[in-house]
């Protein structure tokens, strides 16, 4: 078989991991991939949005099986435009990855579907938003209703940072349109965990849980990034949480896309905040996080493969999902000044390591080649992930192989997975 990933980030080289070792793929492509995807893929250099190149290129190429990783290309309709060709794609249509495309869509269906979240109003006209405010509770969290690469949140302590907001996100439009539509929500307290599911439109499996780094610096400081290190498993994902999160929350999130014309099939990812009242849906992604699939698809003892066809072909059920009875974590290296400027180009040394030592990896987020050398090609540059028996010795692994690579600029936070040691 061959298959085809659409994306380049660190999340599309951990599904390329994974696919290279099913037995049922002969050949790998990505697009627009990066230096780290090419150890297994052939990669063309196509934009992620550019649908009719990637349309042509799978028929080019004969693939069997597209595997579509990133949110922009999902919630713009790509596997629409692959299936209309007759092309089989891994990711939901449009009409299902709004779940993550309009927050004011989200939000609209777990309430009419009686979803835990928490309380909001949506908003159009930023006038009416800021009368709002004017009675609202602090904190109290903003949020431009599109997609604003997981940094269209504002949480808002006074009522002056909350009007800047609304001109923020809705006047100085510093989100693009994400910002046309905007949702007002109450601020929950509590651990947040991140559930990511396999879904074919009927039944879901939850995958292992996982926990997030957003802000740029030690202790949660700093401005909100694409993720700068995450752990699997998270210690609060308790049995009892996770017996309640698929009574009211999981199946119900399935069944309510299906009930409303829109059967999900693909990622669903629960971002959670674990609050005294419960477990709530903070936000839902249409896709593996990032960079959540880097600790969670190395612990999956199944072929992704096998799994990724089910969901298209509806047979979920018939899958036993299961993943090691161990630990996973990822930290970060990004060029410093990330998120908001940084050098590009910088060579980077020290990546044949990993090949030395069983369980731990590497994951290319932005990297491309020049000439020979590989250099960094974004702010995220790299995902150092290491499993070990425990959170513990997953964490110290993981932190000893940040030192065997080098580039000027290298940035990361020291603190990742330090709630593992207050758990």
Request: charged content about 25%; some cysteine; overall charge negative.
């Amino acid at each position: 078989m061959k298959v085809l990933i659409v994306g380049s980030g660190g999340r599309e080289h951990a599904i390329a991991y994974c696919t290279a070792k099913s037995e049922k793929v002969d050949k790998i492509y990505c697009t627009p991939g990066n230096a780290g995807i090419a150890e297994y893929a052939e990669c063309a250099p196509i934009g992620a949005m550019e649908f009719d190149k990637i349309v042509a290129f799978a028929r080019e190429k004969e693939i069997d099986l597209v595997i579509v990783g990133m949110d922009d290309p999902l919630v713009g309709g790509l596997v629409d435009e692959l299936e209309a060709a007759g092309i089989r794609a891994f990711g939901p249509r449009k009409n299902a990855a709004i779940l993550e495309g309009s927050k004011a869509f989200s939000k609209d269906l777990m309430k009419k579907y009686h979803i835990p979240t928490a309380g909001y109003e949506n908003f159009t006209d930023p006038d009416k938003a800021l009368d709002y405010l004017e009675t609202a509770k602090f904190p109290i969290v903003l949020k431009a209703d599109g997609l604003a690469l997981g940094k269209g949140v504002l949480i808002c302590n006074t009522l002056e940072e909350a009007r800047e907001g609304v001109r923020t996100i809705m006047l100085d439009k510093k989100f693009g349109d994400a910002g046309n539509e905007m949702v007002i929500e109450e601020f929950m307290t509590g651990r947040e965990v991140s559930v990511l599911s396999f879904v074919d439109g009927k039944t879901i499996k939850t995958m292992t849980s996982a926990q997030d780094h957003k802000r740029a610096g030690d202790g949660d400081t700093g401005l909100n990034t694409g993720g700068m290190g995450t752990f699997s498993p998270s210690p609060f994902y308790t049995k009892e949480v996770e017996d309640f999160c698929n009574k009211y929350i999981y199946q119900a999130t399935v069944d309510a896309m299906k009930a409303e014309g829109r059967p999900f099939k693909g990622v669903i990812f629960f971002g959670l905040m674990l609050t005294e009242e419960g477990p709530k849906v903070l936000e839902y992604n249409a896709r593996f996080g990032d960079p959540e699939a880097q600790v969670v698809l190395p612990r999956m003892k199944n072929d992704i493969i096998e799994v990724v066809e089910a969901c298209i072909d509806g047979t979920l059920d018939q899958v036993d999902l299961q993943f090691e009875d161990n630990a996973a974590v990822c930290v970060v290296l990004a060029s410093d000044g990330y998120p908001v400027a940084y050098d590009k180009g910088l060579a980077i040394s020290g990546l044949e390591e990993f090949a030395k030592h069983e369980g731990y990896y590497c994951f290319h987020a932005g990297t491309k080649y020049e000439g020979d050398q590989i250099v960094t090609n974004g702010g995220r540059v790299l995902g150092v992930t290491a499993k070990g028996k425990d959170l513990k010795e997953a964490r110290a692994n993981a932190y000893v192989a940040t030192k065997w690579v080098q580039f000027d600029n290298k940035y990361m936070r020291h603190d990742i997975g330090k709630a593992i040691d207050e758990a």
